[in-house]
């Protein structure tokens, strides 16, 4: 999964969409002071969007009928691993390009109320980095080597989990064709 993962990040195609320069964040020297605002002025912020040729290349490790299968529930479930790995494929992202991916690659139409609180929580705890800029913040990932440490520990858990769900399953289908046979 992780080579999937560098997959998609060397795959990622970048469309230019909203750019906000530091002539259009208006005069800083008036009113408030730029440590208030929070305005990281130097930052150039260019909205993007993960392309379909992008996202295809989860195809090798699931199919794009079974990833939109996937109810939103699950989806929830595992909301803040999501952010945290789209946010790393991105390298920076706003909360609507988030929404958008997951939207895009689940089907899923969470609203802002809960896909915002989300990344807040995440900022708060120090996992994720926050540019403020005026009417958007900008997130990345404070340090991705611990994000990738801990979130490979939960996905191993998670895989762990299905496999021996799977197994299970496997073995409960097996003595159905066992317990079918005898009574034939």
């Given at each position: 999964m992780?080579?999937?993962l560098?997959?998609?990040?060397?795959?990622?195609?970048?469309?230019?969409?909203?750019?906000?320069?530091?002539s259009?964040?208006?005069?800083?020297?008036?009113?408030?002071?730029?440590?208030?605002?929070?305005?990281?002025?130097?930052?150039?912020y260019?909205?993007?969007?993960?392309?379909?040729?992008?996202?295809?290349c989860?195809?090798?490790?699931?199919?794009?009928?079974?990833?939109?299968?996937?109810?939103?529930?699950?989806?929830?479930?595992?909301?803040?691993?999501?952010?945290?790995?789209?946010t790393?494929?991105?390298?920076?992202a706003i909360?609507?390009?988030?929404?958008?991916?997951?939207?895009?690659?689940?089907g899923?139409?969470f609203s802002?109320?809960t896909?915002?609180?989300?990344?807040?929580?995440?900022?708060?705890?120090?996992?994720?980095?926050?540019?403020?800029?005026?009417?958007?913040?900008?997130?990345?990932?404070?340090?991705e080597?611990?994000?990738?440490?801990?979130?490979?520990l939960?996905?191993?858990?998670?895989?762990?989990?299905?496999?021996?769900?799977?197994?299970?399953?496997?073995?409960?289908?097996?003595?159905?064709?066992v317990?079918?046979?005898?009574?034939?």
């Amino acid at each position: 999964m992780i080579r999937e993962l560098e997959q998609l990040c060397e795959e990622l195609d970048v469309k230019t969409g909203v750019t906000i320069t530091p002539s259009e964040l208006g005069d800083t020297k008036g009113g408030t002071s730029t440590e208030s605002r929070e305005v990281d002025l130097l930052h150039e912020y260019v909205e993007t969007e993960i392309d379909d040729s992008a996202v295809r290349c989860c195809d090798g490790w699931v199919g794009d009928d079974i990833l939109q299968s996937i109810s939103d529930d699950h989806v929830l479930a595992e909301l803040d691993e999501i952010l945290l790995l789209l946010t790393a494929v991105r390298g920076e992202a706003i909360g609507k390009e988030l929404s958008d991916d997951l939207n895009r690659m689940f089907g899923t139409t969470f609203s802002p109320g809960t896909v915002y609180p989300r990344l807040s929580e995440l900022a708060d705890e120090g996992v994720l980095e926050v540019s403020n800029l005026p009417k958007r913040k900008v997130y990345s990932i404070s340090d991705e080597e611990a994000m990738c440490d801990e979130l490979r520990l939960k996905i191993d858990h998670l895989l762990f989990f299905s496999a021996t769900l799977r197994s299970l399953l496997v073995e409960c289908e097996e003595n159905d064709r066992v317990t079918n046979n005898i009574d034939e």
